[in-house]
């Protein structure tokens, strides 16, 4: 199985940006679709966006299009995710995972092996 860890998450302003990273260990990352999701203080998790295994298809939850970008190097063993305009809403520990149940609007529970997850605090 696959072992991810989250990078990149800290405190930043409304309206500001923050990159998050995934790295996986192994060398079979470029298998794998991946995806990020995120969990928020007294909510249940829910899926933010989506990358297919060459990274030439993403999908994006409604909340946060136009906003983030999902990207991955396989070379590298790493997906990131770009966070632009970010809000207080987005405040949460966000995960990456392994997308392993595919469809046009993910669930939470399409992902398995899901990282510690990073936090990402968004100030008013």
């Known amino acids: 199985q696959v072992q991810l860890v989250e990078s990149g998450g800290g405190l930043v302003q409304a309206g500001g940006s923050l990159r998050l990273s995934c790295v996986a260990s192994g060398r079979t990352f470029g298998r794998d679709s991946m995806g990020w999701l995120r969990q928020a203080p007294g909510k249940e998790r829910e899926f933010v966006a989506a990358i297919s295994q060459t990274g030439g298809s993403m999908i994006y939850a409604d909340s946060v299009k136009g906003r983030f970008t999902i990207s991955r190097d396989n070379a590298k063993n790493t997906m990131y995710l770009e966070m632009n305009n970010l809000k207080p809403e987005d405040t949460a520990v966000y995960h990456c995972?392994?997308?392993?149940?595919?469809?046009?609007?993910?669930?939470?529970?399409?992902?398995?092996?899901w990282g510690p997850g990073t936090k990402v605090t968004v100030s008013s």
């Open positions: 995972a392994v997308h392993i149940v595919i469809r046009d609007i993910p669930r939470d529970t399409d992902f398995r092996s």
